[in-house]
């Protein structure tokens, strides 16, 4: 039996074989082939499968989505075959004698390279494709299954931080818990983890070994432990501890339509995180009483070109249907720093976090802010939308966005297409300078949203995704709570809502606090629901505030 402990960030415990996520350009060999013929032989066999694939592919997204999702893989199939890849391939294998899976790397990088130098915006977009396909074809040629999960069972999935792009695409049905080498408790694994409902344990470094693949594992979110081949002693110990954390969910789920008061009568809001339209039914069967944040940046992470305007109408509208009159607030697109998008080609950065992100990029560019907005208002007329703007800074951010709001309601009424009157405007809490002057921020929007992830790592200067920093990254820290204390003051001052979004949310040691600082509403992955509302039923807030008021502001130098 072999105990390795990280950081639980996900709680549950689950047991299944361990799987690595296989990804084709972490694996490439290079090396020197003998037969030439023969290997472009294979290069056309691995080509011709990954056809066969895409029109797979293809039929499934007409048949989801229509024929627009459809052209993608249709483009992909035609791009497999076109003679300058081709030669360009044929070249690397014949003149150089390099290995096929070599071979296909290194041709899509040359071509992706001369797409992304074209003027056309089109063409630029190729890049991004042409990278996919050589993908597509050099994991064929090695054996690396698609979408990263070698197992026809569910597995305990371990990766060293799976991008934001891998996390959206993974098959959800086939994990039921994930390791990782790396990894913060607001990575997108951690978060994916929580809105799924399973374990997650990050942090383990290179203890987990490759040879380890296959073997049966436990692990325990709860406490962060990692047991490969547990004895039978601590298998039934896990065991009987799944079971209990079964029967404690069973049991909230008696709190299920039951208000979220405390016992000396202070109400708050408790509402849900998503990343997908699918995550909805979680947050009907968790009884959110809201989507407090829809992080739409996955359809562009989902997709390998812009989004149109018509499909992501049909995600939001699917999304605000299901909810059936409840709010749903859709942020609008977050990319950059850690979330990065081929094709849009953001320029390599030394400070990405501090560059092009977010509204940023919304604002510098229009056209992909614009097709968003018109998607979000057409969307509007199906249900109680409201929109958020993440990573502001600056009033004028903000008010340059809202005359963009105003611009594309013009274009609908012009165009007689409805939408609702009653869209919120909010915006996102996230870095220390929006909470500094956000009382002046709170008289031109409709609510504030506190994303604690962000702003927690832009007060501290700290990102919590580094091992050796896990001292300095304190999501506890007097900092952090009195800037979420000034920025609801702001709000209420102002007559507007404040809601959390951020992962602190769900923190249950500050449950009290945040009901304390009058917060209006915490927004939660589905499953964090039903915890913090027997929370704030069990708390009695007059008793707390006191003494809770008094450690935030007080001049004890302990903290
Ligand atoms: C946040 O920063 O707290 C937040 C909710 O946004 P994200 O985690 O998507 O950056
Ligand atoms: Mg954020």
């Given at each position: ?18 799987s690595?996520?296989q ?6 060999r ?7 013929e023969?290997e472009f ?14 029109g797979?592919l293809?039929?499934?997204a007409r048949e ?9 893989f ?9 003679p300058?890849y081709?030669?360009a ?12 899976e ?6 899509g990088?040359?071509?992706a390279?001369?797409?992304?130098a074209?003027?056309d ?9 042409v990278k996919d ?5 050099a994991?064929i040629?090695m054996?690396v ?12 999935l ?8 891998e996390?959206?695409?993974l098959d959800?049905s086939?994990i039921?818990?994930?390791?990782t ?17 399973i374990?997650?344990i ?12 296959g ?6 979110g709860?406490?962060g432990?990692v ?5 039978a002693?601590t298998?039934?110990?896990?065991m009987?501890?799944r079971?209990e954390?079964i ?16 016992r ?12 997908r ?14 989507i ?14 812009y ?12 999304v605000l ?7 749903v ?10 979330k ?10 030394e400070?990405p ?6 509204l940023?990029i919304?604002?510098?560019r229009p056209?992909?802010f614009?097709?968003q ?9 199906y249900?109680r939308l409201?929109?958020m703007?993440?990573?502001v ?14 611009q594309?309601?013009?274009e609908?009424?012009?165009?007689g297409?409805?939408y ?10 996230e870095?220390?300078?929006?909470a500094?002057i956000s ?5 031109i929007?409709d ?13 501290l200067?700290?990102d ?5 920093l896990?001292?300095?990254?304190n ?6 709570l009195r ?19 951020g992962?602190?949310?769900?923190d249950?040691?500050?449950?009290e ?7 209006d ?7 964090s ?5 027997q ?6 807030v ?11 502001m ?6």
């Amino acid at each position: 039996m072999i105990t390795i402990q990280g950081q639980g960030v996900s709680s549950g415990v689950a047991a299944g074989p361990l799987s690595f996520y296989q990804r084709a350009g972490n694996l490439i060999r290079r090396y020197e082939v003998e037969d030439r013929e023969a290997e472009f032989e294979r290069f056309k066999d691995a080509r011709a499968r990954a056809i066969e694939q895409l029109g797979v592919l293809a039929e499934k997204a007409r048949e989801e989505a229509g024929d627009e999702a459809a052209m993608l893989f249709e483009t992909h199939r035609m791009m497999c075959v076109d003679p300058d890849y081709e030669e360009a391939i044929e070249g690397f294998i014949k003149e150089s004698g390099l290995n096929a899976e070599a071979a296909v790397t290194d041709a899509g990088a040359v071509q992706a390279e001369a797409f992304a130098a074209m003027d056309d915006d089109v063409f630029k977009a190729r890049a991004a494709d042409v990278k996919d396909i050589s993908g597509r074809i050099a994991g064929i040629l090695m054996g690396v299954v698609q979408g990263g999960i070698d197992s026809d069972v569910p597995v305990i999935l371990a990766a060293d931080e799976l991008s934001p792009s891998e996390a959206v695409q993974l098959d959800r049905s086939r994990i039921l818990g994930f390791v990782t080498s790396g990894g913060s408790g607001s990575g997108h694994t951690a978060i994916l983890a929580r809105i799924m409902g399973i374990p997650a344990i990050i942090g383990v470094g290179d203890r987990l070994k490759p040879e380890y693949e296959g073997r049966e594992v436990i692990v325990d979110g709860g406490t962060g432990s990692v047991v490969v081949d547990a004895d039978a002693e601590t298998r039934e110990r896990l065991m009987k501890k799944r079971a209990e954390l079964i029967r404690r969910q069973e049991l909230l789920s008696q709190l299920k339509g039951q208000p979220n008061v405390s016992r000396d009568g202070r109400e708050i809001r408790i509402c849900c995180n998503i990343g997908r339209p699918e995550d909805v039914r979680a947050v009907l069967e968790n009884d959110g009483g809201g989507i407090g944040l829809f992080r739409s940046e996955y359809l562009y992470l989902n997709s390998d070109d812009y989004p149109s305007e018509d499909s992501q109408f049909k995600a939001y509208r699917q999304v605000l249907s299901d909810m059936n009159g409840k709010e749903v607030v859709i942020r609008t697109l977050d990319i950059g720093a850690d979330k990065q998008i081929e094709y849009f080609r953001l320029p390599k950065e030394e400070n990405p976090a501090l560059g092009s992100r977010a509204l940023r990029i919304c604002l510098n560019r229009p056209e992909i802010f614009r097709t968003q907005l018109r998607a979000l208002y057409r969307a509007s007329a199906y249900g109680r939308l409201s929109i958020m703007f993440p990573m502001v800074t600056s009033v004028w951010e903000v008010k340059e966005a809202r005359k963009m709001c105003e611009q594309v309601r013009k274009e609908l009424d012009a165009e007689g297409i409805p939408y609702s009157d009653e869209v919120d405007v909010g915006i996102m809490i996230e870095t220390p300078a929006a909470a500094v002057i956000s009382d002046r921020l709170a008289r031109i929007v409709d609510f504030f949203s506190i994303g604690t992830n962000d702003l927690t790592r832009y007060t501290l200067a700290c990102d919590g995704q580094n091992n050796d920093l896990g001292r300095f990254f304190n999501t506890h820290h007097p900092a952090v709570l009195r800037l979420i204390k000034l920025v609801a003051e702001n709000a209420h001052k102002a007559g507007i809502r404040c809601s959390i979004c951020g992962e602190l949310g769900a923190d249950l040691e500050l449950t009290e606090t945040f009901l304390s600082l009058g917060v209006d509403e915490l927004s939660v992955s589905p499953r964090s629901v039903l915890p913090l509302r027997q929370k704030v039923r069990e708390t009695e807030v007059a008793a707390v505030q006191e003494k809770i008021m008094a450690e935030l502001m007080g001049d004890e130098v302990s903290l």
